[in-house]
Nanobody
Framework: QVQLQESGPGLLKPSQTLSLTCTVSGGPITTSSNYWSWLRQPPGKGLEWMGRISYSGNTAYSPSLKSRTSISRDTSKNQFTLQLSSVTPEDTAVYYC?????????????WGQGTQVTVSS
C-alpha cells in the first residue's frame, strides 16, 4: 500500500519561498511508470495541478506556474519536494502530493491528506 505524507510550514509571508516535502512509503519513488505530482486547491476554487517528477527524475510543470515552481527528489529518503518562489496571498491553498500513472489519460491513485498553506503579512 502506497502512502504519501506532506510536510512543511503552514504560514508564510509574501515574497517568501514555499517548500513542501512529500514522504512516500510502500515502495521506492524510482519504480518504473510512477510519477509524483503536486496539486493545490485554493479556498472556494477547484483543484490545480502544479507539476510532477517522474521515476527517472524528469519534471513537468503547469505553464502558469512554471516560472516559480521547482520539483526535486531525494531518492535516499524516498521524498520529493515542491518549491514555489515569490508567494503571494493568492498562493494560499491546501497542497496535496499524489502518485500519478498514465493509461489512456493521466490519473492519480494515491494521495496525501493535504496540508494547509497560508500566505499572509
Amino acid at each position: 500500500q502506497v502512502q504519501l505524507q506532506e510536510s512543511g510550514p503552514g504560514l508564510l509571508k509574501p515574497s517568501q519561498t514555499l517548500s513542501l516535502t512529500c514522504t512516500v512509503s510502500g515502495g521506492p519513488i524510482t519504480t518504473s511508470s510512477n510519477y509524483w505530482s503536486w496539486l493545490r486547491q485554493p479556498p472556494g476554487k477547484g483543484l490545480e495541478w502544479m507539476g510532477r517528477i517522474s521515476y527517472s527524475g524528469n519534471t513537468a510543470y503547469s505553464p502558469s506556474l512554471k516560472s516559480r515552481t521547482s520539483i526535486s527528489r531525494d531518492t535516499s529518503k524516498n521524498q520529493f519536494t515542491l518549491q514555489l518562489s515569490s508567494v503571494t496571498p493568492e498562493d494560499t491553498a491546501v497542497y496535496y502530493c499524489a502518485r500519478e500513472r498514465i493509461g489512456l489519460n493521466w490519473y492519480r491513485d494515491y494521495w496525501g491528506q493535504g496540508t494547509q498553506v497560508t500566505v499572509s503579512s
